[in-house]
């Protein structure tokens, strides 16, 4: 099948690679005409285990290829997959403007019956929407138009895996030629198919997403109350996850969550629920204590190291590893919370980052605050005289540093585990004084 992704961020070049390795002819368009030269040179601009690789291979099959020609990009495909930005506004609602953008283009180029499917994350009631807003656009007798809801459910890290493994895959629409297009996409895969109208598909994403957040909320609140009465929370989150009604999955304590999706989409569903008059008590809860979490860790660092004049070196800045994503950061908001408490120094490791300007403050920081962030990307030399070292992302090459060495250079060898990623018995045999979240009596 011929198929156009437009929008080609991370989902959307992901998508496109994706549907080009399973047999089918792909353009991917967006207006960003630097964005498009870097992909049909084969350099991926964002971060994503194995598809780097995989992008140069399908250039060079030819069966995928980049551009910024609406006009080329609309005409050359019957399927037009929407793949495009909806970020939050200051009121946590989903901004539509790029979607609406996209509306005016294929009104503006269609030349014969597409069906167009939203792989956005998109608010509900919006693909039913796009259906009213293209029908009043076009002379649908001479084109006729369908919208489909395929959202997705890729976790960047593993997007690949995620793309060949569906765990489902979610179709909402109402006519079922159009339905039965979209389920050719996905022909050569093994997935289950879930058939629904459009406002079930966009529930089920936001539905998903919110579950989620909520039960990385839970146990971290659990582990607040283990924390004090030394339990070891890594323990009970196995032993609950044995439960095949809970399992293991988004049990991991830690800092909180953060990304592109969680923070976004809870966001988006207690403003729905707000304009609905709905309360949301669970969801808000889960929120708060989210937005609480990195409190709550510099708090327990802080009763152990008075933080005030101290330098502290911060492993991590990715909201998680294998992946560029600072998007609301759980390590960048523990930088500005540390600055805020009167560090001296904050010295920060990250795979990604080689210089100060590339990380993406959660808020507007003063120069004389920014002149206390140094990066560094030596590890070699990144623990002299450090006070503590806390870890906020679990790279893996974080495991592998010289932690026997650090110990040594260090001023004080405070340790504290913002992601119960280390073991805490070698840590200590090296001399380290580790502190990680709720991990039993020491």
């Not at 597409?114 to 084109?143: C, F, H």
């Amino acid at each position: 099948m011929k198929i156009t992704v437009i929008g080609s961020g991370y989902v959307g070049t992901t998508t496109a690679l994706v549907l080009s390795n399973l047999g089918h002819e792909v353009i991917g368009y967006d207006v960003d005409t630097l964005k498009v030269k870097m992909l049909n040179n084969g350099i991926l601009p964002f971060r994503e285990p194995g598809l780097d690789q995989l992008l140069q291979e399908k250039l060079k099959s030819g069966r995928i290829i980049f551009t910024s020609d609406s006009r080329f990009a609309i005409t050359q495909s019957e399927i037009l997959m929407i793949s495009v930005g909806t970020p939050s506004t200051l009121s946590g609602n989903a901004d539509l403007t790029y979607i609406q953008q996209v509306i005016e283009v294929i009104a503006t180029h269609i030349n014969e019956p597409k069906v167009v499917v939203t792989k956005s994350t998109v608010p509900i009631g919006t693909n039913r929407w796009m259906q009213q807003q293209l029908e009043a656009r076009i002379d649908t007798n001479k084109y006729p138009i369908e919208v489909v809801s395929n959202p997705e459910f890729l976790r960047e890290g593993s997007a690949l895996h995620d793309s060949y493994h569906p765990s489902r895959t979610v179709i909402g629409g109402e006519v079922n030629s159009a339905i039965e297009k979209v389920k050719q996409l996905y022909s050569s895969l093994q997935t289950s198919y879930f058939i629904c109208n459009y406002e079930t598909a966009e529930m089920i994403k936001y539905a998903s997403n919110g579950f989620l957040a909520v039960k990385i909320s839970y146990i971290n609140e659990i582990a607040r109350l283990a924390d004090v009465v030394g339990a070891d929370i890594d323990g009970v989150a196995v032993g609950m996850g044995m439960d095949p009604r809970i399992s293991p999955h988004h049990l991991h304590a830690g800092i909180g969550y953060g990304g592109s999706c969680f923070p976004k989409d809870v966001d988006e569903l207690l403003y729905l629920a707000t304009q609905k008059k709905i309360n949301l008590r669970l969801l808000k809860q889960g929120k708060h204590i989210n937005d609480s979490q990195i409190a709550w860790f510099v708090q327990k660092v802080e009763s152990l190291l008075p933080l005030k004049g101290k330098r502290v070196l911060v492993l991590g800045v990715t909201f998680k590893e294998d992946t560029d994503d600072q998007r609301e950061s759980p390590g960048i908001r523990l930088i500005e919370h540390l600055l805020d408490r009167g560090v001296d120094e904050i010295r920060v490791i990250d795979p990604t980052v080689t210089s100060l300007d590339q990380i993406r403050w959660s808020k507007d920081l003063l120069d004389r605050e920014k002149k206390r962030v140094n990066i560094f990307t030596n590890e070699d030399e990144a623990a002299t005289g450090v006070h503590a070292v806390v870890l906020t992302t679990t790279w893996p090459q974080f495991s592998t540093y010289p932690w026997q060495k650090w110990v040594g250079l260090t001023e004080s060898p405070y340790l504290f585990d913002g992601r119960n990623f280390l073991n805490p018995q070698e840590m200590r045999r090296f001399g380290w004084h580790y502190v990680g979240i709720a991990r039993g009596v020491t």
